[in-house]
């Protein structure tokens, strides 16, 4: 979850929401394209959008290395 500093808005404009969910498009395709580290990555289920906070379902993947 993500508040503002004493509940205050995070989102003010419209658009503000909009940028918002470019970001986290943007972080998703980089998490899902991260084959060639194979690190520990997760995956944004779902996420909801509110005028002070941010709420984020996140789920943890876990890829492994294999020996060729």
């Given at each position: 979850?993500?508040?503002?500093?004493?509940?205050?808005?995070?989102?003010?404009?419209?658009?503000?929401?909009?940028?918002?969910?470019?970001?986290?498009?943007?972080?998703?395709?980089?998490?899902?394209?991260?084959?060639?580290?194979?690190?520990?990555?997760?995956?944004?289920?779902?996420?909801?959008?509110?005028?002070?906070?941010?709420?984020?379902?996140?789920?943890?993947?876990r890829?492994?290395?294999?020996?060729?």
């Amino acid at each position: 979850m993500l508040r503002g500093i004493n509940r205050q808005d995070i989102f003010e404009e419209p658009e503000d929401y909009w940028t918002f969910i470019k970001i986290l498009s943007t972080v998703q395709e980089r998490l899902e394209d991260d084959l060639v580290t194979r690190t520990t990555i997760c995956h944004i289920y779902a996420y909801c959008l509110m005028p002070n906070h941010v709420h984020l379902l996140l789920g943890e993947k876990r890829w492994c290395i294999r020996a060729l």
